[in-house]
């Protein structure tokens, strides 16, 4: 999951009231239907009533005609507030829907939002057991004919596919967008045995959102204050608690399939080629084959693909857009048909067009923001696809090449100043955060190229990495990325993997390298869809360490990696020019005037440097100081919403252990008299034995701190 996808701060306003649209090319794109439509039935607040008898709060949207002739129904399960701070996510979604005949159902799970109880970790079993109560319930109701999906966006595509393998007889089909089904492997706080960043980022920022209060005017006056207390004394300092599990243990497969015979529901899997959890919709497709599937992979980060705007938008895009980087798909009507396809049994054809349609990239989105990335669309009638082979290039002394040359020993240390043009593995709607032109990470890199390319070569799947890698110390990283290098000598990035070696052999039981030893790794990097350009060359640049992104290693490292021994298999396709989807595109929707690009051709834009060299220290720094730029009214409900987020990374180059990240969230919420501040900061340092973590939280009504608990705590590094 990511905050980018819950920051309070989103907006996205519907205003035009027009029926959706049959959305097949461009030509023909849908608009907004508005909660006030005269065909949509807006249920504010419905209670579910659980075992143990806490209350969920559920926002209904119904079809008028729900009432007398039941329909299938949508679930999207969260714990983003749908009173308020995911209101407008759902006032797009629940009004198009009910205006296509189905209803949707939106849940706060307990202990956030307006429901009961307490919540104290993502993916609880009280919360997946809660799950299938609910869909039962909506199932027994008199608007709707039996059949129950579920659909979502992060942490919504985590519940979907959690619910999907306990296969409850009601839920015939789900949506899952920038979601994963094996949370050590793909979720925000561990890549490849490696820890990254953004397990501190998001620590924060879930901690302000599971402790909000629930609105009065929903639960009473009388008994907010109680429920809200119930939530800040169960608060627990989540990055602490994620940081300790440093394996694939019972933390994380809690919440991860470990059967995929058992799921038994369709599967619209959806993804963005910038976006972290992208591994999840090929791996769904390969591991649960006896169930429908289609996939939709765009150019986008951790988004929707392309929620329509409001019909009197201008100007570029808004807080929390969707489809972001260009182009967008008109995602809303083709969720509609998979609905009436899997809820009604409609034959519509949806499930005679092909299997896979991805964006296959001519250059990363960043090069060309805010005009749409450069491709076009293609597709795949089923997957794995047989039209798509391995080629093997060997990583020689000499380069990459098709047959492999002479054993040789190439050396690399740790350089702690690789990564800055890869700043995050989840990027936002913000370009800056986007990934940028390589040349400089690739100069302090291990790096192998191709001969310049006769012709276009186009690559669609996931790329291996096959190395072999001795270490000087017992624990090391290993990043691979893959890059085209252009004719102007621009690195482009496509695609990355990432390996702590001590995990070579699984992520259970990781064990320490054997300095001098040889190991034999192999590192899948996530999807690309990409052409190569003629007169391009290929390039893999491997590194120890790719910080800001992943915690460094506790010692400084040597790498000697074995030239022709080593190889990188691409998923080759054949050649062919683009096809016309059969959905629409929103095509350039965000090159506005005055939209300024991003800082592609700058790794270095935001990053402070001082000190001498060889010990310099590196600082980079996201989010500001203030509350102001995150305001957002919601006059339906004439509430005020606040959000800020701050970031800090730094390092010194001689130092792994030099290595801090702090980060800090705080959410308001505001109306007439009623103001309550969450604020939670978190900072983490190391030392070759242990991190050093500190952890604050506190809660204000009005200007009094009403509740503030501190936690510091040494967490022993295994093999980390």
């Known amino acids: ?86 209101r407008h996510r759902d006032d797009v979604a629940g009004p198009f829907l009910a205006k296509s005949g189905i209803v949707l159902v939106r849940v706060d799970i307990r202990g956030t939002g307006d429901s009961d109880g307490s919540m104290v970790d993502e993916y609880m079993p009280v919360e997946q057991a809660d799950a299938l109560t609910v869909i039962d319930w909506i199932a027994r109701q008199p608007w709707c004919n039996g059949n129950v999906g579920m659909r979502g966006i992060s942490y919504g595509s985590f519940v979907g596919l959690q619910a999907a393998e306990k296969a409850p007889a009601a839920l015939k089909a789900i949506v899952s967008t920038c979601g994963t089904e094996q949370r050590y492997a793909d979720d925000i706080h561990y890549r490849g045995g490696c820890l990254i960043a953004d397990n501190f980022v998001w620590g924060m920022q879930f901690q302000v959102i599971m402790a909000a209060p629930p609105d009065p005017a929903i639960v009473g006056a009388d008994r907010w204050r109680a429920l809200w207390q119930q939530r800040l004394d169960a608060a627990e300092p989540l990055a602490m608690r994620w940081t300790e599990h440093q394996t694939l243990d019972a933390q994380w497969r809690s919440g991860s399939i470990r059967d995929y015979e058992a799921v ?68 809303m009507p083709i969720e509609a048909r998979w609905w009436r396809r899997w809820l009604l049994e409609e034959s519509n054809g949806i499930m005679e067009e092909p299997k896979v349609w991805s964006f296959r990239e001519d250059r990363p989105a960043g090069a060309t923001y805010p005009h749409d990335t450069v491709g076009s669309w293609v597709s795949e009638p089923e997957w794995p696809s047989h039209h798509i082979n391995k080629r093997v290039l060997h990583l020689n002394v000499a380069g990459l090449e098709d047959a492999a040359g002479p054993e040789t020993l190439l050396t690399h240390r740790t350089n702690l100043t690789i990564g800055y043009a890869n700043s995050s593995l989840s990027p936002s709607a913000e370009p800056s955060s986007w990934w940028r032109e390589q040349t400089r990470d690739d100069a302090l890199s291990l790096v192998f190229d191709s001969q310049p390319l006769e012709q276009p070569l186009d690559v669609m799947g996931e790329p291996i990495f096959r190395i072999r890698v001795r270490s000087d110390r017992a ?31 699984g992520d259970e039981t990781p064990s320490a390298l054997i300095p001098g030893h040889d190991y034999d790794v192999q590192i899948t990097g996530h999807f690309a869809c990409h052409r190569f350009a003629a007169g391009s060359r290929i390039r893999v640049a491997l590194s120890e360490t790719w910080w800001p992104v992943v915690w460094p290693s506790p ?18 396709r054949p050649t062919k020019a683009g096809e016309e989807p059969p959905f629409g595109i929103f095509r350039n929707r965000y090159a506005v005037p005055g939209a300024l690009p991003g800082p592609y051709l700058e790794p270095m834009a935001d990053v402070e440097i001082t000190g001498d060299p060889g010990s310099r220290t590196f600082t980079l720094i996201g989010g500001g100081g203030s509350l102001e730029p995150g305001r957002k009214h919601i006059p339906e ?32 919420y505001e109306r007439d008299n009623w103001r309550v501040k969450l604020r939670a900061r978190c900072l983490c340092k190391s030392t070759p034995g242990h991190f050093i973590c500190s952890q604050v939280f506190e809660a204000f009504e009005g200007d009094r701190m009403v509740f503030s608990r501190n936690w510091e705590k040494e967490i022993p590094r295994r093999l980390v």
């Open 555 to 572: 010692e400084l490292v040597t790498l000697q990696v074995t030239t022709g021994a080593s190889m990188l298999e691409l998923p080759v």
């Open 264 to 331: 038994c529901c369709a599967i619209y899997n959806v993804g963005g080629t910038l976006d972290s959890y992208l591994p999840s919709v090929t791996r769904m497709m390969e591991r649960a084959p006896h169930v429908p599937q289609k996939a939709l992979i765009g150019p986008w980060a951790h988004k929707w693909p392309g929620y329509p705007l409001a019909a009197d938008h201008v100007g570029g895009p808004p807080p929390g857009a969707d489809g972001v980087p260009g182009p967008g798909v008109d995602w």
């Open 475 to 505: 624990v090391a990283k290993l990043c691979a990325r893959l890059t085209e290098v252009t004719e102007d000598g621009l690195s482009h990035f496509l695609c990355y993997g990432l390996l702590n070696l001590t995990h070579r052999d």
């Open 637 to 668: 409900i004439n509430t005020t919403l606040g959000g800020m987020y701050y970031l800090r990374r730094s390092i010194r180059e001689d130092d792994p252990n030099s290595a801090e990240i702090e980060t800090e969230a705080v959410n308001v």
């Open 1 to 86: 999951m990511s905050a980018d996808e819950t920051f309070p701060g989103d907006s996205l306003t519907p205003s035009s009231s027009t029926a959706p649209a049959a959305s097949k090319g461009a030509e023909c794109l849908s608009t907004l239907v508005t909660p006030g439509d005269t065909d949509v039935t807006v249920l504010e607040n419905v209670w579910i009533a659980m075992a143990d008898d806490v209350r969920l709060a559920a926002r209904i949207f119904l079809p008028k005609s729900a009432q007398t002739n039941p329909t299938g129904a949508v679930l999207e399960y969260l714990p983003y507030r749908k009173r308020d701070s995911y």
